[in-house]
């Protein structure tokens, strides 16, 4: 029996895990092996990176011109306000379904800045730029011209999308982790269109090996790309220092997946775990052709043994 594509694949893991890298080869595949092998359309890709560089800017420029910290303190601080977590999955959800059609976009300084109270509020938190300066739209310009455009454009026909994203709790947090922390809560803020139809790949590497991949490809000003960022050190401990994957495979009531309360009702979410503990993935960062065949083998085989049996869940599910 034929089994239908993914519509959505939520790629998940701590910071530096290996899913840009795995998400960047997926996409190198042809079409055709794409869908053979691993059930994936021609990919379409969300993640919340822009959305926290361009808070860090905000805060950056609040700062700079007397307006207070907005989001973060200091540019290597974690959030003032933990409910920005929700605030950020908002504006993935906000992403997703702006995928058929988009919004005209007039001045993206100002687009940006409603978009992030609009999404604070969401979550309960309060708005910071309902009194808002021209000096720092004028600041942040070309930072909210530059998100708009790296947007993905509305796609017609089939395609898979792929929402990229990281949670985590700070070191030595019991599990559960509380709201706003961890990806229980926020899952639980995806609209029904994404929770009834997705399904999880999860890179898995334990706190220190995290932490050790993000110092290693941390190379300000190599190409801007998130192959290459870093997360300040405190923050990896007090926001990435566990997550709740584990937690979440072991007590959900239907194995091989994630449980998740949200609008009024259970969604049982298909789920498998990349162990990436041993690095298999740090290859990838490099120019394709240097990645080497007896990697790419490996790697690949890896990913089709994980896929097979995510495709017979979610058969099994719909």
């Known amino acids: 029996m034929a089994v239908d594509p993914f519509d959505t694949v939520l790629l998940l893991a701590l910071p530096a895990s290996g899913k840009s890298e795995i998400r960047r080869y997926l996409a190198s595949l042809p079409i055709d092996v794409a869908l053979d092998d691993f059930g994936l359309m021609p990919m379409v890709q969300i993640d919340d990176y822009p ?11 609040t700062r700079r011109l007397g307006m207070g910290t907005a989001f973060f303190k200091a540019d290597d601080a974690p959030f003032d306000d933990t409910r920005d977590w929700g605030t950020l999955t908002v504006l993935l959800d906000e992403d997703f379904r702006e995928l058929s059609t988009r919004r005209a976009v007039g001045d993206p300084a100002s687009w ?6 609009r999404a604070r509020a969401t979550v309960g938190a309060p708005t910071l730029f309902e009194d808002r300066s021209e000096r720092l739209e004028s ?3 070309g930072d909210a011209a530059e998100l708009v455009a790296g947007l993905p454009d509305p796609v017609e026909g089939s395609r898979t999308v792929v929402v990229e994203f990281a949670r985590g709790g700070p070191e030595g947090a ?38 050790r991949k993000n110092r290693d490809r941390a190379r300000p000003g ?13 923050v990896m401990r007090t926001e990435y220092g566990v997550d709740d994957m584990a937690w979440l495979l072991e007590t959900s009531e239907v194995p091989g997946t994630v449980t ?34 007896r990697d790419v083998d490996a790697l690949h085989g890896q990913l089709v043994d994980l896929f097979g049996p995510l495709r017979a869940r979610m058969s099994s599910s719909t």
């Open 51 to 61: 959305y926290v560089h361009a808070m860090r800017r905000i805060s950056q420029e």
């Open 112 to 117: 940006l800045l409603d978009r992030l109270d």
């Open 139 to 141: 600041a942040i310009a």
């Open 174 to 211: 019991s599990m559960p982790l509380p709201a706003p922390t961890g990806y229980r809560y926020s899952l639980s803020l995806l609209s029904p269109d994404i929770l009834a139809r997705a399904v999880i790949l999860y890179i898995w590497v334990t706190p220190e090996e995290s932490r």
């Open 222 to 234: 190599a190409d801007g790309s998130i192959l290459h960022h870093g997360v300040p050190e405190v």
């Open 260 to 293: 998740i309360e949200a609008h009024g009702r259970t969604y049982w979410i298909p789920t498998v775990r990349f162990d990436n503990r041993v690095d298999r993935t740090s290859f990838l960062r490099a120019d394709p052709e240097h990645w080497s065949r």
